[in-house]
Each structure stands twice: as C-alpha cells, then as structure tokens.
Nanobody
C-alpha cells in the first residue's frame, strides 16, 4: 500500500524560509516521478515542482528561482526548500507520486504552510 507523508509545514514570516519533506513507503520509489502541489483556499490545486526519476526538477512559474526540490532514492524521500516566501505561497502543500510511464497517482494528506507577519 503506497503511503506518502508530508511534514515540515508551519507559520513563517514573509521573506522567510521553510523546508518540507515527504516520506514514501509501500512503493518502488526510484521508478516514481514525484511532485509537490499546493492548493490555496478557493483556488485550484497547482503544480509547484516535479522531480523526475533521475532527480531533474522543473518548477511552476510562481516559485521558479525561490524553491528547490530534490529527492533521495535511498531514503525514499523528497524535499522542498522554500525561500523568500510570500503571503501568496500560503496553501496546503501535497506530495504526489506517479509511476514513470503512467499509472495511478498517489497523494499525501498535505501540510499547511502559512506565510504571514
């Protein structure tokens, strides 16, 4: 049974930094494309970062240059380092896994990030 567990959310001031983690279990982690999504109140869920099986990362336009995503294929985890945070980054952040080549998508339960002074 695939399980994804996010951690690291919290309250941070504008301009600050926060690092999220997602621990995966019940899956052959190296063959999964891993992603971070977020959903703010009243808005659609949007892709924040996608990490390919070999570690290459792409980012949404709104976070490009501020966020860095990475994966550890030994520890079966991914991270999202968020810098220069803005109030509009406030959202629930979700971890997502899709097997390379297509297949079912798996989601974590999310972790709340609030950027406010």
């Amino acid at each position: 049974q695939v399980q994804l567990a996010e951690s690291g959310g919290g309250l941070v001031q504008p301009g600050g930094s926060l690092t999220l983690s997602c621990a995966a279990s019940g899956m052959l982690f190296p063959i999964y494309v891993m992603s971070w999504y977020r959903q703010a109140p009243g808005k659609e869920r949007e892709m924040v970062a996608r990490i390919t099986t070999n570690g290459g990362a792409t980012y949404g336009d709104s976070v490009q240059g501020r966020f860095t995503a990475s994966r550890d294929n030994v520890k079966d985890t991914i991270r999202l380092e968020m810098n220069r945070l803005k109030p509009e980054d406030t959202a629930v952040y979700y971890c997502n896994a899709v097997q390379r080549g297509g297949g079912d998508a798996y989601w974590g339960q999310g972790t709340q990030v609030t950027v406010s002074s």
